[in-house]
């Protein structure tokens, strides 16, 4: 663990404990329980149309067998391509070079859908410039996290994936196994208990 400097604040410089036993047991016991409920969600749909088909007079038993399928697939498939953009990402370490926000507004028919898009312009360590995408209604973790200037290390396998390498500037931790926002002077998460990465 790095050398504390005050108030449980670590110095400057990326934590070694990135691959503590207790960070990558709270790891794999998520990963268990997204794959259970994978298991559980995918035929959802199947058995759905099939007891609607039972209950109901309004659809035959081997149409529903063929529409709950037809869905169910498409939910194993999208559960798949996940999992397989999960297992590709790849570490990196990069410093913030611009951060911008704009209204999405799109109009089409009566499916209305306007957002705020967040983007963190990064360039990575090789040179590479990355943009960081996200949008309103879902958890801002890098545009929130990050600010112009800062350097840090993306650690695509943990709930919250940004690690600053000067702690100091930081407005909290995040739990590299359930994502929850700590006191930056906490050594341990508040609500899994698992070490910080400090």
Not at 107 to 129: H, I, L, P, Q, W
Not at 130 to 140: F, T, W
Not at 163 to 186: F, H, I, W
Request: charged content about 25%; aromatic content about 12%; overall charge positive.
């Amino acid at each position: 663990m790095k050398g504390d400097v005050r108030n449980g604040i670590p110095a400057p410089g990326f934590s070694d404990r990135a691959n503590d036993p207790e960070i990558l047991a709270g790891l794999k016991k998520n990963r268990k329980a997204a794959v259970g409920c994978g298991f559980i969600l995918v035929p959802l749909p199947l058995i759905g149309f099939i007891l609607y088909s039972v209950f109901s007079d309004k659809m035959e038993i081997r149409k529903a067998v063929m529409f709950g399928g037809i869905v169910s697939a498409v939910f194993f498939v999208f559960a798949l391509i996940g999992a397989v953009k999960n297992r590709a990402a790849k570490e990196y370490d990069a410093t913030v070079i611009d951060k911008h926000s704009e209204w999405v507004d799109r109009r089409n028919g009566g499916n209305d859908k306007s957002y705020t898009r967040y983007t963190t312009v990064v360039r990575t360590t090789d040179g590479k410039k990355k943009n960081i995408v996200e949008n309103s209604g879902s958890p801002l973790q890098a545009y929130e996290y990050l600010n112009v200037g800062d350097s840090f290390r993306y650690h695509p396998r943990f709930a919250f994936p940004y690690e600053l390498y000067d702690k100091s500037r930081a407005p909290y931790l995040g739990c590299a196994v359930c994502g929850t926002k700590n006191a930056v002077s906490d050594d341990r998460c508040g609500k899994c208990k698992a070490p910080l990465l400090k």
